[in-house]
């Protein structure tokens, strides 16, 4: 248990920014997940909208450090990756 004044101020701190980073982290998810479920209906258009809304939130979350930077990019490609891939050639 935390003994000085800092340490509980801390305490309390870390609670709240554990709690923030797994809501953001959250939704971080279900954003991937939302071009993944459209991607696997084959819906391109879906598919299109779903990940042009990810991408911003995708890069929000590098900047704020909930994840790596290449995290985010390689989240980025393979999911552009399977949309290229349902398009008619």
Do not use: C
């Amino acid at each position: 248990m935390a003994n000085s004044a800092q340490a509980i101020k801390r305490t309390r701190q870390a609670k709240k920014h554990r709690q923030l980073n797994a809501s953001q982290r959250s939704s971080l998810r279900t954003s991937i997940k939302k071009v993944v479920t459209a991607i696997a209906l084959g819906n391109n258009e879906n598919a299109q909208a779903a990940y042009q809304s990810a991408v911003p939130l995708i890069d929000s979350m590098t900047n704020k450090g909930l994840i790596h930077k290449n995290k985010a990019a390689r989240h980025k490609s393979r999911l552009n990756t399977r949309i290229r891939a349902m398009q008619p050639s």
